[in-house]
């Protein structure tokens, strides 16, 4: 997909989230919640600059080509062309003179009879009957994990992609890409182009899967967006589980994790549901809204972060949901920070995550 094409498609993303919030700020009438507003302004200002970036794209580089180009003829003066013509000129003469001096005839080539080719006495190679034809889409995961198809995109014209691990790589298949990840604890492995982590807690509460390992010291400026798609097996044991993407503060050991969630009792029950559910939460007490989701189905969480104002814009399966600035913002500022992927589990617990197309970057 072209600069333009792809921010079209984020400008429509976007659009398609104001009209949403705004439909919400018209049910309040003229007692907006200031959260709500604040959600409000951020995406008439992503969508200014999504503006902005598109008609520089479509206007293209060459008009200002053409202008550099022409400030630069501009600046040969007059008496610069008089001397550039009157090289032109002697080199012309002397070229002139000295083919009439030098010039030799051309020789007539000998004619040499080409000696046939001989002809093989095997029996000739088969041909293909048919030629290749490229897929002209990428393949389609099987129906019992449909992929969401409306992800959004980085907002930035260039992105700068720090981790894009789909998983794919044969050369993982078994273990993971310790160039890339370290692992915390519990079974993990890439197996059929996803991670999958398998765990099973004791007496105590735990966590498996991996960690950030070529880059774990990230500065909120460095850190524009961390992105995953995640699935919890049906195929579990317990009060608790849940399969997540977490993003982790190295010195304050604040998080915000994103996470399908399985809850039938226990602390972290905010949601107490038969079925398993998808939202974001942080220790400070904050909780977002969560939705329904289902067992064996991947699912997408997206957090962009804004490093000015310390807020993280939370958007799932594709929908903006929520914006969240921790208490402790200023702490956070001075902070880095690393990524965790994988399963958390209440003690006495067994579960099954599995997480892919992990992109971290700005």
Same mark, same amino acid.
């Given at each position: 997909?072209?600069? !333009?094409?792809?921010?079209?498609?984020?400008?429509?993303?976007?659009?398609?989230?104001?009209?949403?919030?705004?439909?919400?700020?018209?049910?309040?009438?003229?007692?907006?919640?200031?959260?709500?507003?604040?959600?409000?302004?951020?995406?008439?200002?992503?969508?200014?600059?999504?503006?902005?970036?598109?008609?520089?794209?479509?206007?293209?580089?060459?008009?200002?080509?053409?202008?550099?180009?022409?400030?630069?003829?501009?600046?040969?003066?007059?008496?610069?062309?008089?001397?550039?013509?009157?090289?032109?000129?002697?080199?012309?003469?002397?070229?002139?003179?000295?083919?009439?001096?030098?010039?030799?005839?051309?020789?007539?080539?000998?004619?040499?009879?080409?000696?046939?080719?001989?002809?093989?006495?095997?029996?000739?190679?088969?041909?293909?009957?048919?030629?290749?034809?490229?897929?002209?889409?990428?393949? !389609?995961?099987?129906?019992?994990?449909? !992929?969401?198809?409306?992800?959004?995109?980085?907002?930035?014209?260039?992105?700068?992609?720090?981790?894009?691990?789909?998983?794919?790589?044969?050369?993982?298949?078994?273990?993971?890409?310790?160039?890339?990840?370290?692992?915390?604890?519990?079974?993990?492995?890439?197996?059929?182009?996803?991670?999958?982590?398998?765990?099973?807690?004791?007496?105590?509460?735990?966590?498996?899967?991996?960690?950030?390992?070529?880059?774990?010291?990230?500065?909120?400026?460095?850190?524009?967006?961390?992105?995953?798609?995640?699935?919890?097996?049906?195929?579990?044991?317990?009060?608790?589980?849940?399969?997540?993407?977490?993003?982790?503060?190295?010195?304050?050991?604040?998080?915000?994790?994103?996470?399908?969630?399985?809850?039938?009792?226990?602390?972290?029950?905010?949601?107490?549901?038969?079925?398993?559910?998808?939202?974001?939460?942080?220790?400070?007490?904050?909780?977002?809204?969560?939705?329904? !989701?289902?067992?064996?189905?991947?699912?997408?969480?997206?957090?962009?972060?804004?490093?000015?104002?310390?807020?993280?814009?939370?958007?799932?399966?594709?929908?903006?949901?929520?914006?969240?600035?921790?208490?402790?913002?200023?702490?956070?500022?001075?902070?880095?920070?690393?990524?965790?992927?994988?399963?958390?589990?209440?003690?006495?617990?067994?579960?099954?995550?599995?997480?892919?197309?992990?992109?971290?970057?700005?």
């Amino acid at each position: 997909m072209g600069t !333009v094409e792809l921010l079209r498609e984020q400008l429509g993303l976007r659009e398609q989230n104001l009209a949403k919030l705004e439909l919400q700020a018209a049910r309040h009438g003229m007692d907006v919640p200031l959260a709500l507003q604040n959600q409000i302004d951020f995406e008439i200002q992503k969508i200014e600059e999504l503006r902005r970036q598109l008609t520089e794209a479509e206007a293209g580089p060459s008009a200002a080509e053409e202008e550099a180009a022409a400030l630069l003829w501009q600046k040969v003066p007059m008496w610069g062309w008089a001397g550039i013509g009157g090289i032109v000129l002697l080199i012309a003469v002397a070229v002139a003179y000295l083919a009439g001096l030098g010039a030799k005839p051309v020789p007539t080539p000998t004619m040499v009879a080409r000696v046939a080719t001989p002809t093989a006495t095997s029996a000739a190679m088969p041909q293909p009957t048919a030629t290749p034809i490229a897929p002209t889409s990428t393949p !389609v995961p099987p129906t019992a994990t449909p !992929v969401p198809t409306s992800t959004p995109r980085p907002t930035a014209t260039s992105v700068l992609t720090y981790y894009d691990d789909n998983f794919n790589d044969p050369a993982f298949d078994g273990t993971y890409n310790t160039g890339l990840w370290s692992r915390m604890e519990g079974a993990v492995e890439q197996r059929d182009g996803v991670l999958v982590v398998s765990h099973i807690s004791g007496l105590w509460e735990s966590i498996a899967g991996l960690s950030t390992e070529k880059y774990s010291n990230w500065l909120l400026p460095d850190l524009g967006y961390v992105e995953a798609k995640l699935m919890l097996d049906s195929n579990l044991e317990g009060e608790y589980a849940n399969s997540h993407v977490l993003i982790r503060s190295n010195d304050t050991n604040w998080w915000l994790n994103c996470r399908i969630v399985m809850c039938k009792t226990g602390r972290f029950c905010t949601y107490e549901w038969d079925r398993p559910w998808m939202a974001c939460n942080s220790p400070d007490q904050y909780d977002s809204d969560g939705i329904e !989701v289902e067992y064996n189905m991947w699912h997408t969480a997206r957090v962009e972060v804004d490093p000015e104002t310390v807020t993280f814009h939370i958007y799932l399966d594709g929908s903006y949901l929520d914006s969240f600035t921790p208490p402790n913002a200023t702490a956070l500022k001075d902070d880095s920070f690393h990524v965790e992927v994988g399963v958390y589990l209440e003690p006495n617990s067994s579960a099954t995550g599995y997480i892919d197309d992990v992109r971290i970057g700005k």
